[in-house]
């Protein structure tokens, strides 16, 4: 296979109606944009889930951190750049960098994936795949934003609701969309708030997958002056109840 | 302004985080690509949202149908064309087609759309726009799909349950996003249905407007094998109620 540059680069826009009513693209939105591009990047190098389905393997999203500046308004063209900054036995770290069409830097997120069995959903070795070759792709260049602090919701966290997923909740991997937790998350916040707030970081530790059909359950503890801690935990039908996600947002 | 052809077409992609876990695109992302192709053809031509806002007028999205023979698959590529086939004091008509990179007919749209005064909330007459330049962009073909039927649910419909709105609902527009209904209401129906029928044809009236923090009431009648009638009713936080969607659903 012909080897690509390391740093993938894509151009998105910003749709009027993933917008929000302030012509603010949804987070949700541009997350997804970033999962789109690292399976893009991954896919034309030959390590994404294309090739990894065929031998029963696939990446698994474990840690996301976002931080931008500005985020795209609607109809705003926009690059994401992502490339592979740390490659480990059993994670890789993805960075990303989003820019305006005039190159001017709106934001940055990191990433951290394990690659999975898809049959024992047990940690797969990277290295063995193709005699190691995705390190030829390793691009030691380090993200700009801090890496994700060690969360620890607080057992006086207020209880923040739930919600009962659904059909639209679950993607192609089968379980609850990584992005649909931030989607959930931010709608803890009522209109009027994100009218006056913009989330500056956000942070994901993703501890188990939840399934359609699952309730989410949020608690939510603010540890600063416009930053909270936020824990998802799944209910599922038979009443089983674990972790999913350790988050935390800072808003402007 | 230069005459641009009657017809626009735009194209899009598949992005797998918007596929189900089929690998399907869900037919929301679907319905907000055709939402964004009417959006991007009326404001090149010069009656879209862009120039209404200037005068405090916008469109409404009235009615909607998709038939969809073959949904776009993950990393598809696809086009959709877009065309007003019927203009008048207050309504267009609006078709769109769906077609593969092979120009294969994937499915068809038509819509009805009402311009109206964002100050008074009232309908607005498009001939007044522009001494009536819009006719210029009349394009009278037809749709291929059968138009919309009048809808009644009938008193005997079941109670399909409520989901509470949130930030996320609501779009550019600051009410319920109109797709967001077909997220919603495709989530009448499980996972495991939805992995064994694909929507060949849905139908929504939209009847009044909902706002983030409304309750979406749900009430569902199956009317033929695969085929329901679905309601939807908005309760505001002091408990007012009203109709506020007429739908049709016919699976495969």
Request: proline content about 4%; overall charge negative; some cysteine.
């Amino acid at each position: 296979m012909e080897m690509l540059p390391k740093t993938g680069e894509y151009a998105f826009m910003a749709p009027p109606f993933h917008c929000d009513q302030h012509e603010t693209l949804f987070m949700g939105h541009l997350g997804n944009d970033m999962l789109n591009a690292a399976d893009f990047h991954s896919n034309e190098r030959g390590f994404g889930t294309h090739y990894l389905q065929t031998i029963h393997h696939t990446w698994v999203l474990a840690r996301l951190a976002i931080e931008m500046e500005r985020m795209p308004k609607a109809y705003d063209k926009f690059t994401i750049r992502t490339w592979a900054d740390d490659i480990k036995r059993y994670f890789t770290s993805r960075n990303f960098e989003v820019r305006a069409e005039d190159g001017t830097l709106l934001g940055a997120a990191r990433s951290t994936w394990a690659m999975i069995d898809t049959e024992t959903r047990k940690p797969a070795d990277i290295f063995a795949i193709n005699d190691g070759f995705i390190i030829n792709y390793l691009e030691p260049v380090p993200s700009t934003i801090a890496p994700l602090a060690r969360v620890k919701l607080p057992a006086d966290a207020e209880d923040a609701g739930s919600i009962l997923t659904h059909y639209s909740d679950v993607d192609i991997n089968g379980h609850i969309n990584s992005i649909k937790y931030v989607d959930h998350l931010l709608d803890l916040w009522p209109a009027a708030w994100h009218a006056q707030h913009a989330v500056r970081r956000m942070e994901i530790s993703y501890v188990a997958e939840a399934h359609g059909g699952d309730t989410l359950a949020f608690r939510r503890k603010q540890t600063a002056d416009g930053e909270w801690l936020v824990g998802i935990s799944r209910r599922t039908a038979s009443g089983d109840e674990a972790e999913c996600c350790r988050c935390k947002v800072i808003f402007d």
